[in-house]
């Protein structure tokens, strides 16, 4: 990430470059960079060019949705029944985010939509107890503490599928039942005092392949030699079967195949059925819509728009993600 | 099972290759495969028992006398290559086991002179005092890392050359030198009193001492606390990833800052086998780099506890038998050589894999 100075640098010289009849390419998903900077624009969505476009003609709002597409959202699963409160923000700032208030219920689905880097990392470590907050309260299963370990974070109820498996959720070295004891080291059946219980650990690791149709069965096997998905399936479960109260996913079905896909979206909504409540952090737009039972739009850091399932409006989803005022 | 087998690979294959390609450096350099082949003879008679003298109806002493100096070797190496190697389990890289092992055998040859105990208690006392010197002379290092992100081989790479100056430049020539009677001057400390000596196992036909067994445990005990015990899991865990340990509840610290005082003791421990074992005193300089070649044999031992100590064994027998070696013109420092040339090879542990991959493919791999 560069600092504003530093990319009116970047760009300072690039346009040089560009006005010595040099072609560049910019790819960026910052509406005023692309505004202010291209002669021409091409708009992506899904992989395909939508349209073409000079910033002349343009808007933010006209690019946003052209960005997004008009589609219309998908059914809703079927109605929550919003239960007691389980995480509350109040004003709360840390790093990047900037005074965020929202709630989270049990039995709903709270999605986080926003453009990369704009404060999703921050708030997953916040309610994960990998992150501090600076300013404001966090109210997480009724503790309001400051400092939160992680490891408090999971007896509170806290689970937690991080945006990168590889780095932050599984030891790609160890066995798929010692990554399956990831997080609950301690409990039973994993641990029996101070000792490893490698009759229980191998027992729920074989029950738990089943349930999540991970292949191949082989619980001695090094998580590494698995399918990505496989082993999303083996995150996804195990952080499910600690009974938590509170699912934190991010980015739970990037880079998976569509069964893996669905597979995952169908274990995030019958724990939300059983009274779960999960904060859905997604950089696809569709997936959180067609998921969440209220969205929480995040821009700079700053909440710029809060909406319930009914009033999904996708174009104004869309704006707001951008940081684009009313049109 | 066959993991197991698999990480060992590496490991086994380096070792056999470096003798082959020793042995044939002999050939080649000394003319001719025969005195090749006397000359690794005499090496593992030196190192294992002399078995055919043994036969001839030589005494038990033709095999216990090598078995000793091979144990007094084998245990050194294994209690630096443990020290080495339980650090690498937290992903550290403990270059210090040779500082801290001198200021555990120090605190060996200090505790040995200065206090009188019965036996028993004077030797536990001398152990536990060098294995709380070498631990505490490596915390330093372990706090730095984890509180001001120093880096630990910059740090125990320093501390070693304070350990040295300290102790062989001015504390064991100067006040802590052996009072002289006479007209003989002592290098060194004062001798330790008998009751702190380790006890010899098997009379005085052999300097084989309770050092080993000494050994022998400590990598039991960190094998099946690195395996057996949640505590060793956690230890794993933070070597292998140490931000999923941290997401998993694991306290990363405190992981790398215990396993680094075990470290150090260790390395503590193996100061306490060298004084109370083999030199009663401090010497003026202790010559051997034991902790240096600590680091090859957690290398070799691919940082696995028994790993370790059959690499120690092998190389502590090799290395007793190596002097042997010179009547057929091959210098005494030989199985150092061979010992290096392994540990070059083992650098190349993904070679080895996919070589053994290849070999050996299990039926319906991934």
Redesign the interface.
């Known amino acids: 990430m560069l600092t504003p100075q530093e990319s009116d640098e970047l760009f300072a010289v690039t346009r040089r470059l560009s006005s010595e009849g040099l072609t560049v390419v910019l790819i960026s998903h910052k509406l005023r960079e692309v505004l202010s900077f291209a002669t021409r624009i091409a708009v992506m969505r899904r992989g395909k060019k939508v349209a073409e476009v000079t910033p002349a003609e343009s808007t933010p709002s006209s690019l946003a949705e052209l960005m997004v597409g008009e589609r219309t959202p998908p059914e809703p699963p079927h109605p929550s029944q919003p239960g007691a409160v389980v995480a509350s923000l109040t004003n709360v700032s840390s790093g990047t985010l900037k005074d965020v208030s929202f709630e989270v219920r049990a039995g709903e689905v709270v999605g986080i939509a926003g453009v990369d880097g704009n404060g999703q990392r921050e708030l997953a470590a916040l309610l994960t107890g990998l992150g501090d907050v600076e300013q404001g309260t966090l109210e997480l299963l009724g503790s309001a503490r400051v400092h939160l370990t992680p490891h408090e974070a999971r007896r509170l109820g806290v689970a937690h599928i991080p945006e990168d498996r590889l780095h932050h959720a599984v030891v790609t070295d160890f066995t798929v039942a010692e990554n399956m004891a990831l997080g609950r080291q301690h409990e039973a059946p994993f641990a029996k005092g101070a000792r490893i219980d490698f009759e229980g650990r191998l027992a729920r690791t074989v029950s738990l392949m089943e349930t999540h149709d991970v292949r191949p069965r082989a619980p001695q096997l090094r998580l590494g030699a698995l399918s990505g998905g496989n082993q999303q399936k083996l995150v996804v479960g195990r952080e499910l079967d600690a009974n938590p109260k509170l699912l934190v996913a991010v980015q739970p079905t990037r880079g998976l195949d569509l069964a893996a896909v669905d597979a995952v979206r169908r274990r995030l909504l019958e724990f939300r059925a059983k009274g779960g409540a999960v904060v859905l952090v997604s950089l696809d737009l569709e997936e959180v819509l067609a998921l969440s039972d209220s969205v929480v739009v995040l821009h700079e850091g700053r909440v710029t728009g809060s909406f319930t399932r009914g009033e999904f409006d996708e174009r104004l989803i869309g704006r707001r993600m951008l940081g684009v005022r009313d049109a | 099972m066959r993991?197991t087998l698999r990480a060992a690979l590496p490991s086994v294959a380096s070792i056999i290759t470096s003798l082959l390609v020793c042995f044939i450096a002999v050939a080649v350099l000394r003319g001719g495969l025969d005195v090749a082949a006397d000359a690794f003879l005499a090496m593992t008679w030196g190192a294992f028992g002399d078995f055919p003298k043994f036969f001839d109806g030589g005494s038990s002493a033709t095999l216990l006398r090598p078995l000793g100096e091979s144990a007094t070797k084998a245990a050194l190496l294994t209690l630096t290559g443990l020290s080495v190697a339980v650090a690498f389990r937290v992903g550290l890289f403990n270059i210090g086991a040779q500082g801290q092992l001198i200021v555990g055998a120090l605190a060996a040859a200090v505790v040995g002179a200065g206090v009188e105990l019965p036996a028993p208690l004077h030797v536990t006392a001398c152990l536990l005092a060098s294995a709380l010197g070498g631990a505490l002379y490596a915390l330093g290092p372990a706090l730095l890392k984890q509180y001001r992100g120093v880096h630990e081989v910059i740090s125990t790479i320093m501390l070693n050359w304070v350990a040295l100056s300290l102790v062989e430049n001015w504390l064991v020539t100067g006040p802590l030198r052996a009072v002289t009677t006479g007209d003989n001057s002592i290098a060194g400390t004062a001798q330790i009193h008998e009751t702190a000596s380790l006890p010899r196992l098997v009379g005085d036909v052999s300097r084989l001492n309770a050092g080993i067994l000494l050994a022998v445990a400590a990598a039991i005990v960190l094998w099946l606390w690195l395996?057996?015990?949640?505590?060793g899991?956690?230890w794993?865990?933070v070597g292998?990833?140490a931000?999923?340990?941290?997401?998993?509840?694991?306290?990363v610290g405190r992981s790398v800052i215990s396993a680094m005082l075990v470290s150090g003791a260790l390395a503590g421990l193996a100061g306490a086998v060298l004084i109370l074992g083999t030199e009663q005193r401090y010497p003026a300089t202790i010559g051997a780099p034991y902790g240096f070649d600590g680091i090859a044999m957690a290398l070799i031992g691919n940082g696995h506890p028994l790993g370790v100590l059959a690499s120690s064994l092998l190389f502590g027998g090799l290395r007793a038998g190596g002097t042997r070696m010179q009547l057929f013109g091959v210098h005494k420092s030989f199985p150092e050589l061979i010992q290096g040339l392994a540990l070059l090879l083992v650098a190349a542990r993904l070679m080895w894999l996919k070589v053994g991959d290849r070999l050996f493919k299990p039926k319906g791999g991934?």
């Open positions: 993991e395996t057996r015990f949640v505590g899991f956690e794993r865990a292998a990833n931000e999923a340990a941290k997401s998993s509840g694991v306290n991934a």
